[in-house]
Structure formats: structure tokens, C-alpha cells
Nanobody, 120 residues
Framework: QAQLVESGGGLVQPGGSLRLSCAAS????????MGWYRQAPGKQRELVAT???????NYADSVKGRFTISRDNGKNTVYLQMNSLKPEDTAVYYC??????????????WGQGTQVTVSS
């Protein structure tokens, strides 16, 4: 089993910045994709950004140019730098990892979620 632990959420004013972190630990052989999703009240969970082991990046159109995803493969950690935050970015942000465990089974894991609130 693997675990994902997120940190960095909070309350920020519109136009402000936050940086989220997510560290994967446990029985991990290799991580293919790490990313961030978010879910606002009353809405479905949506993709924010993902990054592959090879460095391929994917962003939701709504965050392009404002958010930056990065990854430290040595630390099994993914980051999300969020700039120019808007009230509509308010949501619970979830870390996601597509990985192979030491038992060589490929599984998808989710973090517990971290609240991001953008409000004046």
C-alpha cells in the first residue's frame, strides 16, 4: 500500500498565491503519473494538472498560465504552484498518483484532500 499526504492549502485573497505539496510514501516501485484534481461544492471532481515521469505536463484550460505543476522524482513528491488565484479556484484539492507498488501491481491512489479558499 502507498499513501499520499498533501499540505499547503488555506485561505488566500484573490490574486494571491499558494503552493500545494503531495508526498507519496509506502510500498512504491515506480510512479507513472502524479497530479492534482479539485472538487468544488456541488460540482464534480475535475482535473487541474498532471505530470508524467518523463516530464509531460497537462493543464486544465481554466488554470493555464496561472498554475504550475512540478515533480521531484527522488522524493516522490508533486507540487502545485497556484498564482493569480480567483474565487472560482475555491475547492478541495486532491493529489493523485498512478503507480506500481513493490508487489508490481498498478494502482491509483488519492490523497485526503486539502481545502483552498480564495476570498476577500
Amino acid at each position: 500500500q502507498a499513501q499520499l499526504v498533501e499540505s499547503g492549502g488555506g485561505l488566500v485573497q484573490p490574486g494571491g498565491s499558494l503552493r500545494l505539496s503531495c508526498a507519496a510514501s509506502g510500498s512504491i516501485f515506480s510512479i507513472y503519473i502524479m497530479g492534482w484534481y479539485r472538487q468544488a461544492p456541488g460540482k464534480q471532481r475535475e482535473l487541474v494538472a498532471t505530470t508524467t515521469t518523463g516530464g509531460r505536463l497537462n493543464y486544465a484550460d481554466s488554470v493555464k498560465g496561472r498554475f504550475t505543476i512540478s515533480r521531484d522524482n527522488g522524493k516522490n513528491t508533486v507540487y502545485l504552484q497556484m498564482n493569480s488565484l480567483k474565487p472560482e479556484d475555491t475547492a478541495v484539492y486532491y493529489c493523485n498518483a498512478d503507480l506500481v507498488g513493490r508487489d508490481f501491481r498498478r494502482q491509483t491512489y488519492w490523497g485526503q484532500g486539502t481545502q483552498v479558499t480564495v476570498s476577500s
